[in-house]
Structure formats: C-alpha cells, structure tokens
C-alpha cells in the first residue's frame, strides 16, 4: 500500500492503495464516484473513459502510480450541476442515450474532442469517439449531440466575449 495524491474534480484527493490499482476501482471502490463504468477492462469499449489533464483515459488501464500529481476530471466533475456542461446539455436535448451505461465514457470523450477541436467535422467525430463503443447504437444520435454540443460551446464563447466588452 502506498498513498497517492491527485486532484480529482477540482479536489485534492489522497488514497492509500496498492500501487498497480486501476484508476478505475480506486474511483469506484474507494472513492465511491460511480459514474466512470466498468465495461472491458482491457481499454476496448469507452466506458470508463476520464479526463487525466484533460486528455480523455481509459481509467480501467491506468495504474493509479501514474495519477499521483495530476488532475482527474470524471463525469461527475464535468460540471458542477451535472447538466450545465455543452455536452451534457446537448446529450440531453438529442436524446442520446437508450440504455445509458456508455454514456459517460461518450459524454467524456466528446467533451475533450470539442475542447480540442471547437467545430469538429463528422470525420473528427469519428475519429475521436470510434473506440467508444455503444450496444445500443446510438452512434447517429451522438454525432448530432456534439455537433449540438459546439455549438452550446460557440454561444457560451461569444456570450463570455460580450460580458468581457
């Protein structure tokens, strides 16, 4: 056992756990944030994707040794009031997800895309969410969500622009 700290959704965090423990379960188990699912457990499927320094992770692969220091962003730190953020308001608006249980690891993985690429292209969207996988198939409706979801992200940019003036 050994103690790991990190900041997790803006909060230090400290652990004391085994070294090779996946992010995943010290999330789930330890610090009880059951929103990041357990879907392969070989970085297959999405479904426990979390930002690390904002790039999207495969947290059931990541050993905790390598989050000691960095910023984890699940889904419930994606905004405060859990529905504010773009894409979580745009997932909402399209009616995204059927039984819901990839939902996350989408909602996460578009969140870095359109932080990254702030008007992504069809291809874009491909590109970045081709790994995640949904059984239900809602792949058409999740492409329009962040489609959606830039452009919330566009009016926030022009709004804060124009409070700043």
Wanted: glycine letters at 8%.
């Amino acid at each position: 056992m050994a103690v790991f700290k990190f900041t997790l959704n803006g909060k230090a965090q400290s652990v004391d756990v085994q070294p090779q423990m996946p992010l995943l379960w010290v999330l789930r188990d330890t610090l009880s944030m059951t929103g990041t699912k357990f879907g392969c457990g070989i970085a297959q499927c999405g479904a426990c994707t979390v930002h690390i320094n904002g790039s999207p992770t495969r947290s059931c692969v990541t050993q905790i040794q390598t989050v000691a220091g960095k910023s984890v962003t699940t889904i419930e730190g994606l905004s405060a009031d859990g529905v504010s953020h773009p894409v979580q308001r745009a997932w909402i608006e399209e009616d995204v997800p059927q039984c819901g249980y990839c939902q996350s690891g989408q909602i996460m993985t578009a969140a870095a895309l359109i932080a990254k690429a702030p008007n992504p292209s069809d291809a874009d969207i491909d590109e970045s969410l081709h790994g995640n996988l949904c059984r239900c198939g809602t792949y058409q409706a999740i492409r329009r969500a962040v489609h959606t979801a830039a452009r919330y992200r566009a009016e926030l940019a022009v709004a804060a622009k124009g409070e700043l003036a």
